[in-house]
């Protein structure tokens, strides 16, 4: 299968297009907003040189769903998926901080409790933690947006102070950050998984908050088997998981950690077609449905007349 890395729309309407580390933006008529999950993939901030066959499709399809099973919780910006690879929703402008919120000690937490720290974010972690240990509580840890370059830590006092969030925001964005966590939760132990973390973007329009972007995809989470969980922590042992980590661990095995003059490893066919295997396999674990792939010839064809014919309904 051929993998989509780039697309170049042109829609009745079309405002801004900007092109992020795996999804395509674009803003119509001011007010919709189509993000086009492509197969890009990205490591330590970095861009991979090849793209992953089936790999926007399973985040597009995953945020999609999940949209969907937490609007009870908090508003958010989806309208329609008009694509197996693309969604439509409401264009809002986004708070310039990510709330990462993490249930468990891993991944780069557990980078930096080995170099010492035991604190991140303001948020305090005990001594004597494991690898992959569950935190005596949920811990939120946001991070900058950057336009380019590494997301950078920050605490909620240094958002605010910032006037990036203002306070009365900020609180509102904690509630719905903790309550979406627990149904992800609750969501993957009902598929035998342990969402480990996660993140949440959110924006506003007309003074209405609104989750955006994706949610609980294995790009933005953590997620490991729950069966062996416990016999695994206590001898030490690495965690089955089903998340992009096993890209990050595989990246520094070869010496890359997205650090100047390092060079990101081959990426053979057998590696390409192994990360498409393990997206797929969480996709039908964490939605308990098989995985349907779509083979268009001509994918960005498809998208576009998809596209087109919401606008059109939409008048």
């Given at each position: ?68 099973k937490t609007a009870d919780i908090v508003p958010n ?93 900020y609180a509102q964005l904690e509630q719905y950050t ?96 192994g990360i498409t295997d393990r997206y797929i396999e ?34």
């Amino acid at each position: 299968m051929k993998a989509i890395t780039h697309t170049d729309f042109h829609f009745p309407g079309q405002g801004s297009r900007y092109v992020g580390k795996v999804r395509d933006v674009y803003t119509i008529d001011g007010k919709y907003i189509l993000l086009v999950a492509t197969d890009r993939i990205s490591a330590f901030d970095v861009v991979l040189p090849k793209g992953i066959p089936c790999k926007g499709q399973v985040l597009n399809q995953i945020a999609s769903g999940f949209l969907d099973k937490t609007a009870d919780i908090v508003p958010n910006w989806k309208i329609a998926e008009v694509d197996p690879m693309a969604t439509v929703g409401i264009l809002c402008e986004p708070f310039k901080v990510e709330m990462v919120v993490r249930g468990y000690l891993a991944g780069h937490a557990w980078r930096e409790y080995c170099a010492g720290k035991r604190s991140l974010c303001g948020e305090p972690l005990p001594e004597g933690l494991r690898e992959n240990e569950k935190l005596p509580r949920p811990i939120i840890t946001p991070t900058t947006k950057a336009s380019e370059g590494h997301d950078e830590d920050i605490s909620r006092e240094e958002i605010i102070a910032q006037g990036l969030v203002s306070a009365e925001d900020y609180a509102q964005l904690e509630q719905y950050t903790l309550a979406l966590f627990q149904r992800g939760q609750e969501l993957a132990a009902e598929r035998g998984l342990i969402l480990m973390d996660t993140k949440y973007e959110f924006g506003k329009r007309d003074g209405k908050i609104y989750l955006m972007d994706e949610i609980h995809t294995p790009d933005s989470s953590r997620y490991i088997y729950a069966e062996g969980y416990e016999d695994r922590l206590a001898r030490g042992e690495r965690q089955k998981q089903l998340s992009k980590e096993f890209v990050r661990e595989w990246l520094m095995a070869a010496g890359f950690q997205g650090k100047e003059g390092q060079q990101v490893p081959p990426m053979t066919d057998e590696v390409v077609a192994g990360i498409t295997d393990r997206y797929i396999e969480l996709y039908e674990h964490i939605m308990g449905a098989p995985f349907c792939k779509h083979e268009d010839e001509d994918i960005p064809g498809r998208i576009d007349r998809n596209v087109r014919a919401f606008l059109a309904q939409r008048g």
